[in-house]
């Protein structure tokens, strides 16, 4: 099987400081990381993915960083706006598992003006 | 506008009454999702659907149904709710599956009474 879990359930950072969101899944055959931002009342929305042949990549103010040996990934925002506030998922799949997702409980950042 | 579309928003059923809440999408996406999201647990794949009349089980398919007889629509069918199937539902789709980034649907709050 497979578990994502987020390290912690808030954040709050300062507006224009940089955040980092930080994520462990539990089976290592996962091959694709996707992040995602729930604003409030709406549904979640893709941000950036990786897959497990890469280390890094980049997005819009946004990257996000893959540590394979100790199942972890993380997503920092640069810059960090109000805009920003949300909740943020990590999810992955499973190589031969027919396209299932699991995700994370979701870390809650709150951008403080 | 690309997007996916989900009814009923809101919804609050009695205990055994069946109900089918639908999802359309107008991006001629082959991949199509259901997920649940309750507190503390996340977002939970319930269905997906790779293609028309492929429909596979996701983590937690047990009281619900789905069909893909056309390639826009996905309904969700609860036979017989119950108060554990209180949630928040969201539909996504995607180009083809896990490679590629899933668009949400705007959440159907469902509750069972």
């Known amino acids: 099987g497979e578990s994502v879990g987020l390290h912690l359930p808030t954040l709050s950072v300062q507006e224009g400081d940089n955040s980092i969101i930080n994520c462990a899944y539990s089976?290592?055959?996962?091959?694709?990381f996707i992040w995602y931002k729930q604003e409030s009342g709406k549904g979640p929305q893709f941000i950036i993915d990786?897959?497990?042949?890469?280390d890094k990549r980049q997005g819009q103010r946004v990257t996000v960083l893959l540590n394979k040996t100790v199942k972890h990934l993380s997503l920092q925002i640069a810059a960090t706006q109000p805009g920003d506030s949300a909740v943020y998922f990590c999810?992955?799949?499973?190589?031969?598992?027919?396209?299932?997702?699991?995700f994370g409980t979701g870390t809650s950042l709150t951008v403080i003006p | 506008e690309a997007q996916v579309t989900q009814n009923p928003r809101y919804l609050i059923t009695v205990t055994g009454k069946k109900l089918t809440v639908t999802c359309s999408q107008n991006?001629?996406?082959?991949?199509m999702s259901w997920y649940r999201q309750d507190p503390g647990l996340g977002l939970r794949q319930i269905y997906y659907?790779?293609?028309?009349?492929?429909?596979d089980k996701g983590d937690v398919p047990e009281g619900y149904k789905v069909s893909r007889k056309e390639k826009r629509n996905f309904p969700l069918i609860l036979e017989s709710p119950s108060p554990n199937q209180t949630s928040l539902y969201f539909c996504?789709?995607?180009?083809?599956?896990?490679?590629?980034?899933?668009?949400f649907g705007p959440g159907t709050r469902l509750t069972v009474t």
């Open positions: 996504a789709s995607s180009l083809a599956g896990v490679s590629y980034e899933q668009y």
């Open positions: 089976n290592s055959a996962s091959d694709y």
């Open positions: 990786i897959r497990s042949n890469m």
């Open positions: 999810a992955d799949t499973l190589p031969n598992t027919g396209n299932q997702f699991y």
């Open positions: 991006m001629n996406h082959e991949y």
């Open positions: 659907s790779m293609n028309v009349e492929v429909t």
